[in-house]
Nanobody
């Protein structure tokens, strides 16, 4: 099982990034996918979640209107489109998979996002 995040980097305030999470080793289409954010020295917090068929999407209030989560079950990939980035968006972004049928869940290794001028 692997979840591999990519797309992070350094961006100026107001800029945009697109994060990718490529999944393998499990039935991706049977898993709810989420993105979590961990700011330096802080706990890991949910940012956005998308159900297995993209029918249910949730965003934490702080990213509504700025971030968009989506998935492509044919490519086993979940995305996080981030715009109007703020310095407080800085931190590690982790992909998380949770089975809708069993207790299985998996974390990726994270990708770093730094928002700074």
């Amino acid at each position: 099982v692997q979840l591999v995040e990519s797309g992070g980097g350094l961006v100026q305030p107001g800029g945009s990034l697109r994060l990718f999470c490529a999944a393998s080793g499990f039935t991706f289409s049977r898993y709810t996918m989420s993105w979590y954010h961990q700011a330096p020295g802080k706990e890991r917090l949910l940012v956005a979640r998308i159900s297995s068929t993209s029918g249910i999407i949730y965003y934490v209030d702080s990213v509504k209107g700025r971030f968009t989560i989506s998935r492509d079950n044919a490519k086993n990939t979940v995305y996080l489109e981030m715009s109007s980035l703020k310095p407080e968006d800085t931190g590690m972004y982790y992909c998380y998979a949770r089975s809708q049928d069993t207790l299985n869940s998996y974390w990726g290794q994270g990708t770093q996002v730094t928002v700074s001028s």
